[in-house]
């Protein structure tokens, strides 16, 4: 048990549903477009907190101006904390653009036009859109815009929600009590319904292993669809869809509205699993070398900064501001603390370590970007058929190492002081296990592939 005071189950329905009252919509979250106000400009003024230290001339960022993109879910903290405890500024970069994007096809769109063009540099993504964006597979007439994926961002913060409409029908962490009702809703030509944000990446990757954990094949028996997430209470609201794979803080919102229930989170799904990441153009990396790092530094004083329980009522402040979330904090601050109201009779969870998570875990580093879990994404893409199976045997390596550039955050870290035991050492974090038995070893992903039943391949 957590040693924080937790919210009783009735005291955070109570306020979950009157702060979500007051907040219609999650303005900008993932699908509405930017507001063309104050509230939504970038912030470029740093706080006091974060004084500028002294920096020799090795280390003194090319430009002091860099423009990151990011999505309001928690996933986007360490680069709001960075911006707003000034610890960009403190590593020079003093001229940070954070701002809002309308969803991640628009972050994609901003990332390839570039800031030059009115776009941006880089910032927030889920995985692994740098890849598919390095090698055309999303962009506009295939254009390959090289990408370097730089640190993660957080680990956990995902889960699974179901509409209301679906309690007593056993959809709960192990969805295969309800597996002959899916089969009853296909049967009868109305396959249940289940959304993600953005096709062939994580929130899609975690649904999918979900249901075919529980021996329900997401292609064939599920109706799967890309909806924009702050269209996700009006449709489950309207009946037309059924389950959602959400980033925080869309649990609380659906729950506080009494329009849905959490069935599952993805620490429970994959514990400590890799989510988003901090990912730039190549180009502009190459340009700035000292400046990349700079941000990497800010990036990292943010992650240990959002790790320290104490920060997480600040942290709900700052990221509930009508520039950034623009959602209360009541709605907020019980998911930084670990408290999940759960539905259909699981126990609601109160527990820290299965909150989002900035800088170490119990698998240690959450900022260091893993080539193994890279590999991970890959061979899931492989495994549904997003990637060609050749992916691994012919240029899964060569295609990490040229997207993948650990070696800039062990300098950056290096710089900032960070201690050598908080450095890994290794591009692998070992063998990965899951809720369903199932392990990955990145030595070997195609005996992964082969242990799952349920596959394209």
Known sequence: MPDFSPLSRRKFLVTASLSAASAVLLKGCLGNPPEPTANNSPTTTPSPAGSPS??????????????????????????????EKGFFAK??????????QA????????????????????????????????????????AKIPMYVLAMLNTQGNGIAIAKSQEGKGIGLDVSKAKDYF???????????????????????????WLAAGGIDPDKEVNLMT????????????????????????????????VGFMAALTAQLWAFHPEEYFAMRGDWVDQNPKATKALLKGIMEAQQWCDKKENRPEMASILGGAKYFNVPVDILEPMLLGTYIMGDNQPEIEDFQKAALYWKSPRGSVSFPYKSLDLWFL???????????????????????????????????????????????SDSRGVEKFFDGKEFNPDDPNAYLKSLAIKRV
């Open 103 to 142: 969803n991640w096809g628009s972050a994609r769109d901003n990332v390839e036009i570039g800031s030059a063009a009115g776009g941006i540099d880089g910032g927030q993504w889920q995985m692994p859109m740098p890849y598919l964006i390095s090698e055309g597979l999303i962009t506009k007439n295939n």
């Open 183 to 209: 089969a009853g809703l296909k049967k009868e030509g109305k396959p249940f319904r289940a959304a993600y944000t953005f096709p062939k990446v994580n929130q899609d990757f975690w649904i999918r292993y």
């Open 91 to 100: 590593y020079g970069m003093t001229q940070v653009d954070v701002s809002k």
């Open 227 to 258: 909806v924009p997430a702050a269209q996700t209470v009006a449709n489950m609201k309207t009946g037309s869809m059924e389950g959602f794979s959400t980033g925080d803080p869309w649990p609380a919102r659906i729950v506080g509205e009494g």
């Open 379 to 425: 061979t899931e893409s492989v495994r549904w058929g997003f990637l060609p199976p050749t992916t691994l045997d012919n240029n899964a390596k060569a295609l990490i190492d040229k997207v993948n550039r650990s070696d800039i955050w062990k300098e950056a870290a290096k710089e900032a002081g960070i201690p050598d035991a908080d450095i890994p050492t």
């Open 54 to 83: 002294a920096l020799t001339a090795e280390m003194t960022p090319e430009t002091p101006s860099a423009k990151l993109g990011f999505i309001p879910i928690f996933e986007a903290a360490p680069l709001i904390i960075a911006q």
